[in-house]
């Protein structure tokens, strides 16, 4: 038995240097979803503030050209937040390659832009409620200081928020890499598609796919440990 996992493992990544597949792939997913996430960071902080500054501002505050503006924002946000959730990742994914940027070159960039998109979406709401777990008293504190509503809500508020999301971000990241594996549907060569290409050629299903999930399990057990990590830290500073 040993040496027919032997020949196996010598037929699907010695031979004709097919390892590269896996490696070229797992580079492929690791850059696509770096760039993703932090795609999805920006719009999802951006749109959670925008939000979360609507719904705490009184009708009789939202006057004015800006007060206007924040509605339209508001109501834009809540259009995006309903799509994009509301339908699968993968249809996202192809229209964005085969409708609204079918002649981008680079399907890297269609799978950070499809990925991050959606991503902002569900950390949108992980940012949303962590600024809302924050009691009132923190933003009335900092204004009776002299502080803006922008400078209190960054540099008072959100710290804590995003202290209060970790655990719930660090989902939606392991979430989002292991959803990469979806873009094989495009013809990106991402992980899974290259255990998936020494499949079709050695015939031989196994050993491929059982790498490709222990990359992936390893990758999800160093970020859940790097975090905890982190987590650790936060609240050691927190009892000093």
Same mark, same amino acid.
């Given at each position: 038995?040993? +040496?027919?996992?032997?020949?196996?493992? *010598?037929? +699907?990544?010695?031979?004709?240097?097919?390892?590269?597949? *896996?490696?070229?792939?797992?580079?492929?997913?690791?850059?696509?979803?770096?760039?993703?996430?932090?795609?999805?960071?920006?719009?999802?902080?951006?749109?959670?503030?925008?939000?979360?500054?609507?719904?705490?501002?009184?009708? @009789?505050?939202?006057?004015?050209?800006?007060?206007?503006?924040?509605?339209?924002?508001?109501?834009? $946000?809540?259009?995006?937040?309903?799509?994009?959730?509301?339908?699968?990742?993968?249809?996202? /994914?192809?229209? *964005?390659?085969?409708?609204?940027?079918?002649?981008?070159?680079?399907?890297?960039?269609?799978?950070?832009?499809?990925?991050?998109?959606?991503?902002?979406?569900?950390?949108?709401?992980?940012?949303?409620?962590?600024?809302?777990?924050?009691?009132?008293?923190?933003? @009335?504190?900092?204004?009776?200081?002299?502080?803006?509503?922008?400078?209190? =809500?960054?540099?008072?508020?959100?710290?804590?928020?995003?202290?209060? $999301?970790?655990?719930?971000?660090?989902?939606? =990241?392991?979430?989002?890499?292991?959803?990469?594996?979806? $873009?094989?549907? %495009?013809? /990106?060569?991402?992980?899974?598609?290259?255990? +998936?290409?020494?499949?079709?050629?050695?015939?031989?299903?196994?050993?491929?796919?059982?790498?490709?999930?222990? %990359?992936?399990?390893? =990758?999800?057990?160093?970020?859940?440990? /790097?975090?905890?990590?982190?987590?650790?830290?936060?609240?050691?500073?927190?009892?000093?």
């Amino acid at each position: 038995m040993f +040496d027919d996992l032997k020949a196996k493992f *010598i037929l +699907d990544f010695v031979e004709k240097d097919r390892w590269m597949y *896996i490696t070229s792939g797992l580079k492929t997913t690791l850059i696509v979803t770096m760039f993703a996430l932090l795609l999805g960071l920006f719009l999802g902080l951006l749109i959670a503030v925008i939000r979360t500054v609507h719904d705490q501002l009184k009708e @009789e505050q939202l006057h004015g050209v800006g007060g206007f503006v924040l509605k339209i924002a508001n109501i834009l $946000c809540k259009i995006y937040l309903t799509v994009i959730r509301g339908t699968p990742t993968l249809v996202q /994914l192809l229209l *964005i390659y085969f409708v609204f940027l079918v002649s981008c070159k680079s399907k890297v960039l269609v799978a950070v832009i499809a990925f991050g998109v959606n991503s902002g979406a569900y950390v949108a709401e992980i940012f949303r409620s962590g600024i809302m777990s924050i009691d009132k008293g923190q933003m @009335e504190a900092g204004r009776s200081l002299g502080l803006p509503y922008g400078d209190t =809500m960054m540099k008072v508020v959100m710290p804590q928020a995003i202290k209060n $999301c970790l655990p719930a971000l660090v989902n939606e =990241m392991i979430t989002l890499l292991k959803e990469t594996s979806i $873009c094989g549907y %495009i013809g /990106l060569n991402e992980l899974t598609r290259g255990g +998936d290409i020494i499949r079709g050629v050695t015939f031989d299903a196994l050993l491929p796919l059982l790498v490709v999930a222990a %990359i992936y399990l390893a =990758m999800v057990m160093f970020i859940t440990w /790097l975090m905890s990590k982190l987590e650790r830290r936060l609240r050691e500073s927190d009892n000093r």
